[in-house]
């Protein structure tokens, strides 16, 4: 497991929270906001969401796929590689 998500109070999504360090991101290490489980990959891949990036709906990121500042993946759109 490489994160854990935390409540943001007043916000349907939740903050990412780095578990076991991987790639550049360290363990403690905040990331972006995903709505649940299935929009980011837990096990596949070094795929992480940075900073204020949120990703929702029915997105998935996965793989080695990276998103950053202050992007937004939502929709039925799909991030690999």
């Known amino acids: 497991?490489?994160?854990?998500?935390?409540?943001?109070e007043g916000k349907l999504l939740r903050r990412l929270v780095c578990v076991d360090p991987f790639?550049?991101?360290e363990s403690g290490?905040?990331?972006?906001?995903?709505?649940?489980?299935?929009?980011l990959s837990q096990y596949d891949g070094a795929a992480w969401v940075f900073g204020?990036?949120?990703v929702y709906?029915?997105?998935?990121?996965s793989g080695?796929?990276?998103v950053a500042a202050d992007a937004q993946v939502y929709g039925n759109a799909q991030m690999a590689g």
């Open 1 to 8: 497991m490489k994160y854990k998500l935390m409540e943001v």
């Open 23 to 25: 790639s550049d991101v």
């Open 29 to 39: 290490q905040e990331g972006g906001r995903v709505e649940n489980e299935n929009d």
């Open 52 to 54: 204020d990036a949120w």
């Open 57 to 61: 709906d029915d997105a998935q990121v």
């Open 64 to 66: 080695n796929a990276l």
